[in-house]
């Protein structure tokens, strides 16, 4: 039996409790960072005094630690995770991440959908010696089994990243962007994985020896249903015809 943190815990609760049909929903989240950040945001695992909004104004950042949600581990630290706010239907989710150049292995960060520790699908920029060092990575995993994760190599380490996650029908669309205009499709896949609970950011330091502290910078997180981005509609159906 795995045993989870009581941060985990609790937020397996939350996520167990039934939401009333007459709730009102907001279909659209933003949050700039600046000086603050959204109080809808839960975090898990959370270490206070390696997050700021200060360090870099206008930003998040988090002081990435040890500790990761793949293969039965639960001991990932400030995973920032907001109610997804549809219930259903097509969604966008983007990231900008500033000044990041991972170079130790699994130094990482990037966007997740969370039902849970065992059920989950993350996009981050991440250091992989084994897929070539600086990568951008899709990694699922679906009931406690980890899925074939997805891997491009990035050249040269870039001062900005946007990571963009599109939910399409039954396709999970990943992209990213060095000026959050031109979206290179890192994967398109099918992932059996219910629609997500939670959505967010992650977070990891290296693993091994050494010191493990890595900061990450983060501008902005914004989902919204992709039905109010008709051109993006339009840019994903004219790349998914054969």
């Known amino acids: 039996m795995r045993i989870l943190s009581t941060h985990l815990i609790v937020i397996m609760s939350i996520l167990s409790c039934s939401v009333r049909a007459d709730d009102p929903v907001a279909l659209e989240f933003r949050d700039d960072f600046d000086g603050k950040y959204d109080d809808e945001w839960t975090i898990i695992n959370e270490n206070a005094r390696n997050i700021s909004l200060t360090k870099n104004s206008g930003m998040l950042t988090i002081t990435a630690e040890r500790g990761g949600i793949w293969g039965g581990a639960t001991s990932a630290r400030n995973i ?10 097509n969604f966008v989710m983007t990231t ?53 994760d997805t891997t491009l190599k990035v050249k040269h380490a870039e001062p900005e990243m946007w990571l963009r996650l599109v939910l399409y029908h039954d396709k999970y669309i990943f992209s990213a962007s060095r000026d959050g205009k031109k979206f290179r499709t890192i994967s398109r896949q099918t992932i ?20 493990p502290d890595v900061e990450v910078q983060f501008d902005l997180f914004e989902i919204a249903p992709l039905e109010s981005k008709p051109e993006l509609i339009e840019l994903i159906e004219a790349e998914m015809t054969f």
Request: with cysteine; proline share 6%; charged share 25%.
């Open 80 to 89: 920032f995770l907001i109610d997804t706010p549809m219930r259903s239907g």
């Open 192 to 211: 059996e994985l219910d629609y997500p609970a939670m959505v967010g950011i992650i977070t990891q330091s290296r693993v091994g020896g050494g010191p």
């Open 96 to 148: 900008r991440i500033v000044g990041f150049d991972p170079k130790q292995n699994y130094e990482q960060a990037g966007l997740i959908c969370f039902n849970d520790v065992d059920n989950y699908v993350k996009f981050d920029l991440e250091f992989d010696s084994t897929n070539g060092g600086r990568t951008l990575a899709v990694v699922p995993e679906i009931d406690g089994q980890d899925l074939d």
